[in-house]
C-alpha cells in the first residue's frame, strides 16, 4: 500500500469513526466495502429472479392488458420488508445513494444474464414535474441511470411525460386506481427510432396500473417494444 493511500485509509478509518456509516435496512455500522446496507440484509433480500424466468408472475400479470414482452424485479416487495423501508428511505429521506447502489447491482445482474442484450433506450417512469421539484429528483430516474451506466445503455426522459398530478393511490380498487392512472402520462413529440426496444424502468410495482398506462402512451405515437424492470414487486404468486 502506498503512503497516500495508507493515509487515505486512516483518514477514512477517522472519519467512519466519528460519522459511522450504518445499514439502510437494519441500522447496524457498514464495515469496510460494505456500501448502502450491510451484507447480512443483502443476503436476506427475498430476490426473485424473474429476469431468467419467463412467464413469470409479474409478466402474467399484464396478460390480457398490455403487451409486455418481458418484466422482471429485483425483490419482492412485501409490508415491513426490507425493500418497502429501502424505497421510503430513498423516497421519502432523499437517500439517492439506495437507488443509485441497487440500479447498480441489479443493472449489472441483468446485463449478466442477456436480459438486457436487446436493449436499445431505458425510460424511467416519469414522476410529475411539480413532485420532482419538492423532492428534487425522480426516484425512477436514479434507478435508471444506475442501471444505464452499468450496462451502457443511453437513458431517456423524453419519451413519456407525467400530463397532472394524480390523487394519492392508496385506498382505492384497482378500477379507480386504473381510471386515475390512464390518461396521465403522454408521449413525447420527438419520436426516436421505430422498432426500438425500451425498458420502462420503476422504483416498486404494486398493482401494474402505472406500467400498463405508460406502455399505452409510449406505444400510442410509435411502433415500440415494452419490457419491464423494478427494484420491488408486489405482484408474485401467493398475491
Ligand atoms: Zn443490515
Known sequence: MSRRNRISQVTDDFVSLLFPRLC?????????????ICLSCLADLPRT????????????????RCFIERAAAY?????????????????????????????????????????????????????????VRKRGFNQSMVIAEAIGRSASIEVSDHYIFRRSDSATQTRKSRVERWENVENIFVAGEDTEKEGSHILLVDDVITTGSTIEACTEALKSNRDVRVSVAALGTAIFESA
Not at 419482492?76 to 447498480?104: A, E, M, P, V, W
Open 24 to 36: 439502510q435496512s437494519c441500522g447496524e455500522p457498514l464495515v469496510r466495502n460494505e456500501e448502502v
Open 49 to 64: 429472479d424473474y429476469h431468467i424466468r419467463r412467464e413469470n408472475e409479474l409478466e402474467k400479470a399484464f396478460w390480457g
Open 75 to 131: 425483490a419482492y416487495y412485501r409490508r415491513g420488508g426490507i425493500i418497502q423501508t429501502l424505497i421510503h428511505r430513498l423516497k421519502y429521506n432523499g437517500i439517492t445513494s439506495i437507488g443509485d447502489y441497487f440500479g447498480r447491482i441489479y443493472g449489472n445482474i441483468l446485463k449478466d444474464s442477456g436480459f438486457l442484450d436487446d436493449i436499445d433506450v431505458i425510460v424511467p417512469v416519469p414522476l410529475h414535474p411539480v413532485k
